[in-house]
């Protein structure tokens, strides 16, 4: 399997990206991966010289990259030769089988829809995140950012994909599908929501459950909740900022710790037609690894063809 990586894009790249592919490359289970590394070919040869995963790893140089402040659409169609370019376009022409990084994520989204396209009857890919639950498992959640506005038949496919996810990718079997939403009654919510709750409960294949509310988020009421992108956007940054205070307080709670995004490594653009995953730009070594191993998982799981299938 051939993982490409955008070794210049992120807050602390490229030291960090590179310490995160040595270390992935050490790893048992990524044992059968090779990493396209899309970048700086002097500064990436330079850092890897002291290593010996030189046979494991193929560089692909690219004189570009786009900052993590940078209009999405604008850098995509002006920086050709940028890093995220480069390896979008190497995962459209099938000579890598998953590209990750932690760059721009406007950009990525923008690249992913220009080169790697949507998949025929997607509306609007997604992005996603695990929510931790109070019993260990996690939950899914979509959309937390990509499409702030949106249309009821547009979060009715984000049913469709987040149960696809949670079944093929997390593992759960028949996952349970909420709208999150201020009431549990079929009539609470906004006009979206309320437009949205029966596309929901007459989407075949789905198990739609109906709505659930804020304070069910980590309790095991649901496997995916769906929202708009603002409200999920909200939600995770809440989640994030409530983690690094408490952290700061010195209270140590293992549950506390599974909201650290470190150990997640990253999300999946769902609904492109090529495995895509996105990283925090704060991501260091630790969470390149785990980029690196969702990537793999996702690749696995041919999501892809799965959601092809469903629709």
Known sequence: MKIGIDVMGGDFAPNETLKGVISALSEPD???VQLTLIGDKAIIETQLKASD???????????ETIGMAEHPT?????????SINIGLKLLAEGQIDGFAGAGNTGAMMVGA???VKAIDGILRPSLTSLVPKIDGSNGLILDVGANADVKPDVMGQFGILGSLYAQHVLGIDNPRVGLLSIGEEKEKGNMLNQAVYPILENTRGINFIGNIEGRDLFSDTADVIVCDGFTGNIVLKTCEGFFYKLKKRGIKDDFLDRFNFESYGGTAILGVN??????H????????????????????SNLIQKIKAKL
Do not use: C, W
């Open 274 to 279: 090529k495995p895509i995953i996105i990283g």
């Open 74 to 82: 604008r850098a995509i169609s002006q920086k050709r030769n940028s």
């Open 281 to 300: 730009g704060i991501s260091k070594a630790n969470t390149f690894v785990n980029m690196i191993r969702l990537t793999k998982q996702v690749v696995l």
């Open 53 to 63: 995963v030189a046979n494991r790893v193929e560089i692909v140089h690219a004189d």
């Open 113 to 115: 829809l220009y080169t």
């Open 30 to 32: 990524l044992s059968d």
